[in-house]
């Protein structure tokens, strides 16, 4: 599975490096949204998992500009965030993600489960 | 001023005008009095002349009847009968008819009187001369009223000065003469009547009347007379319908006859000369008492009087009620103005913004915080709308929000952005709302904005404080999370039981942390208002069992149970599940944590009095009655609670009560230390 995570805090980015390869993800890492955004024009996720708060390009602009992105308007989005206010889900609904987990609410093991539940498998 | 001059000055013109009125009324009604009595005197008198004219013509009557004819005393009797006199005027008049006997024939007269007459009272027929004339006038034949008087028969009338008087004097001028006032009492001892004659020669020639009084004399034989009393001749026949007349009547010095006097008034009073028969008596008329007009000209003076009292009356107290509403009105300006100016100068002064427009929307008054805020003067903003600060929002907003005011008429409120003239946007809370008139138009709009910029930038600045701290304080938390679950899942290889143990002891302590931090945030979006309830259809029973079950994971090693009963029959209640799963979860743990080894737990969940309520009661250490009050303080830990746990922070209460209360409920407890607590929240059904 082509997972794109995209993420700036580094001990998580190890964290989903560690659980994705064991899991034999074939995982992308972009530190930010400007920095995704390149790898999406190279490489194509079957999934994308995004923080929202990131420098440079956050989350919410990373994720209207990639569903401008004809070939990403249907790509799974999982938002895995530490901002949990209704507002933010809701903004982060309305901009075409399909699923919303805090991440400090679950394990990793939980956050696996809710990306097969997103990508079912064949 | 000049309104209590106008009105002072009618008052006393309406004043003189009424007395004015109300004399001339009396006047006129007076002098109309004056005149109806005078006229009732002049009729009075008309009566008497006309029933002296009567008796005249009736002695007339008389004499042409002897003197054509000699008559006995039963012709004499019949023909007064016949006349009808009798009738018309009874026991008013006596009629005398007297003959002249020359004395020497005297025994003759009274021997063939006596042969003619058949009346016994002729028996004793006698006349005795009393004078020394050669002829004697005694009384033939005699009609009477009075009996006492019947006796006069064959009296010589020559003998009385007043007739013999009336006599020469009627036979010099051959017609009627009325005698003096004659006194009985005179001729009969202890007679006291009085009376007049009115006596009429009887001539033997008929032409008498072209003759001298001398040559006249020579034919006189009789006389006719007829006595009258007074009473009689100045009364007149129809007395009875002269009540309002009182009178005196002098003969001369003499008063010979006064009628009613004992009701005579000197109100009206007229002095009249009656001329009889060629004598003149004077006769006082005086008005009785209670002498009115008759019918509404009798009482005009009393309505007039009762009228001009009533007009008065009605136009005092309507002056009397003008200056009162006057006063009052001056006083409730006076009030109003009073008022006004505080209400001004209190308006003025206040931090929000006010604005009165009339009804088209133009600006007729702004406060100083109008011109604080926008930057334009009180001069640029009188006489414009509000829209030269406006025009920041949508068509459609504005378009509702004269829709709300002035086609429904009602008040509103909502935010919007306004522009300094500076050009700096700022926020407020506006609202606005009609004044209408009488008939429900809109006189006024009254809008006062409250300046929410810097609230809004407080907000946000919470808001966003709120999304760092989430962020910051749980990303740590997170990887800390993360590895240590792998870790625990053996994700980098198998762990020893101590490393186990320890690493669980780690993930524990993370976890609580990572829980205080998901409480202060609740905490913060709570007090910063941003806590919403989001209400959905929600099977409270599987919500329960939820909690429970999730709670109970952690049980398993503990000899703690909870026991749950539910009516069968729990209704779809429409609440938040997600925050009422955090009270849910609140309560219990509570109830898991402060129970003892072996403790039990029930919680029961039921419809009662329109309300869902549910229980959760525990055997456990219970709260201390004197930090009851406190329970739901935020941060508040009781003591010993904090002596069993360390751990807590003393904000689940705080939350739950927060929540309950947010969503239309009650959450309270009983509890007794060292035997337990029960806490109740309920929620409305609908």
Redesign the interface.
């Given at each position: 599975m082509k997972v794109l995570v995209i993420e700036d805090?580094n001990?998580?980015v190890?964290?989903y490096r560690?659980?994705f390869g064991?899991m034999g993800y074939d995982t992308r890492i972009a530190l930010d949204g400007n920095e995704a955004l390149k790898v999406l024009e190279e490489w194509e996720p079957e999934i994308v998992i995004l923080d929202l708060?990131m420098p440079n390009m956050d989350g919410y602009e990373f994720l209207e500009k990639m569903r401008a992105i004809e070939k990403y308007r249907d790509t799974p989005v999982l938002i895995s965030?530490?901002?949990?206010?209704?507002e933010?889900i809701e903004r982060a609904t309305k901009l075409g993600a399909n699923s919303y987990v805090?991440?400090?609410?679950l394990?990793?093991?939980d956050l696996v489960k809710k990306i097969e539940e997103l990508i079912p498998k064949n | 001023m000049v309104n209590v001059i106008l009105m002072l000055t009618s008052s006393i013109l309406l004043f003189i005008g009424s007395l004015y009125v109300l004399s001339y009324v009396k006047t006129s009604v007076e002098a109309q009095r004056k005149t109806d009595f005078e006229k009732l005197v002049d009729r009075h008198v008309e009566k008497i002349k006309e029933e002296v004219g009567v008796t005249v013509s009736y002695l007339y009557g008389l004499r042409g009847k002897i003197s054509t004819s000699q008559i006995n005393d039963s012709e004499w009797i019949n023909y007064i009968k016949a006349s009808g006199l009798e009738k018309r005027y009874p026991n008013h008049l006596s009629l005398a008819y007297v003959e002249r006997v020359n004395k020497g024939d005297l025994g003759l007269y009274i021997q063939k009187l006596k042969q003619e007459t058949r009346s016994v009272l002729y028996g004793d027929y006698a006349v005795f001369p009393a004078t020394d004339n050669q002829d004697v006038y005694p009384i033939k034949y005699l009609h009477t009223f009075d009996k006492d008087v019947s006796t006069l028969l064959g009296y010589d009338i020559g003998s009385s000065e007043g007739l013999s008087e009336a006599m020469l004097s009627t036979s010099i001028v051959g017609v009627e003469t009325i005698s003096p006032l004659l006194d009985f009492s005179k001729v009969f001892t202890g007679n006291s009547k009085t009376g007049y004659a009115i006596i009429l020669p009887v001539y033997n020639n008929p032409e008498v009347l072209d003759l001298t009084p001398d040559e006249r004399r020579k034919f006189l034989t009789a006389f006719v007379g007829a006595f009258i009393k007074p009473e009689s001749l100045f009364l007149g026949v129809g007395s009875k319908s002269t009540p309002e007349l009182a009178f005196r009547v002098s003969d001369g010095d003499v008063e010979v006859y006064k009628y009613q006097s004992e009701l005579r008034t000197e109100d009206l009073s007229v002095v009249r000369e009656v001329e009889l028969l060629g004598k003149k008596y004077s006769v006082q008329f005086c008005s009785v008492k209670n002498y009115a007009l008759p019918g509404f000209i009798g009482n005009l003076p009393k309505a007039t009087i009762f009228g001009l009292l009533t007009l008065n009356a009605f136009w005092y107290i309507t002056i009397l009620g003008l200056i009162f509403a006057r006063n009052r009105s001056q006083r409730m300006t006076k009030d109003a103005t009073e008022d006004l100016r505080k209400f001004k100068q209190a308006v003025d002064g206040v931090s929000d913004l006010v604005i009165i427009t009339d009804n088209l929307g133009v600006i007729i008054y702004a406060n100083d915080a109008i011109v604080n805020t926008t930057g334009y003067s009180r001069k640029e903003i009188i006489g414009k709308k509000p829209s030269l600060w406006g025009r920041q929002m949508s068509r459609e907003f504005y378009e509702n929000f004269w829709k709300i005011i002035k086609t429904d008429k009602q008040p509103f409120v909502g935010e919007l952005k306004n522009i300094r003239k500076n050009g700096e946007i700022y926020e407020v809370e506006l609202r606005v709302w009609p004044i209408l008139d009488d008939k429900g138009e809109v006189l006024f709009y009254v809008g006062i904005e409250h300046d929410i910029t810097k609230t809004k930038a407080v907000e946000r600045t919470k808001?966003e404080f709120?999304?760092l701290a989430?962020?910051q304080?749980?990303?740590?938390?997170?990887?800390a999370?993360?590895?240590g679950?792998?870790l625990m899942?053996g994700?980098?290889g198998e762990l020893t039981k101590t490393q186990k143990e320890y690493l669980r002891k780690v993930n524990e302590s993370n976890e609580r942390e990572?829980q205080l931090?998901?409480s202060l945030?609740s905490v913060s979006?709570i007090e910063s208002g941003?806590i919403?309830i989001?209400p959905k259809e929600t099977d409270v029973r599987n919500l329960i069992g939820s909690v429970i079950s999730d709670i109970e994971v952690n049980l398993q090693k503990s000899s703690r149970k909870i026991k749950f009963v539910a009516e069968k029959e729990l209704p779809l209640m429409l609440i938040d599940p997600d925050l009422i799963r955090h009270v849910l979860v609140n309560l219990l743990t509570n109830s898991v944590r402060y129970t003892k080894e072996n403790g039990k737990i029930d919680v029961e969940a039921k419809v009662t009095n329109g309300e869902f309520v549910v229980k959760i009661a525990d055997d456990g250490i219970g709260v201390p009655q004197e930090e009851q009050k406190r329970l739901f303080e935020k941060f508040f830990r009781a003591t010993n609670a904090l002596k069993k746990e360390t751990d807590g922070s003393g904000l689940g209460l705080y939350l739950a009560k927060t929540i309950i209360e947010s969503s239309g409920g009650k959450i309270w407890f009983k509890s007794k230390e060292n035997h337990g607590t029960t806490f109740w929240f309920s929620l409305p059904l609908k």
């Open positions: 805090d001990f998580l190890n964290a560690v659980k064991n708060v965030s530490n901002l949990g206010q209704p933010d805090i991440k400090g609410n394990s990793l093991s | 808001s709120i999304s989430s962020h304080l749980r990303t740590p938390l997170s990887a999370k993360w590895f679950k792998m899942d994700e980098a990572i931090v998901n945030l979006r941003k919403k989001e």
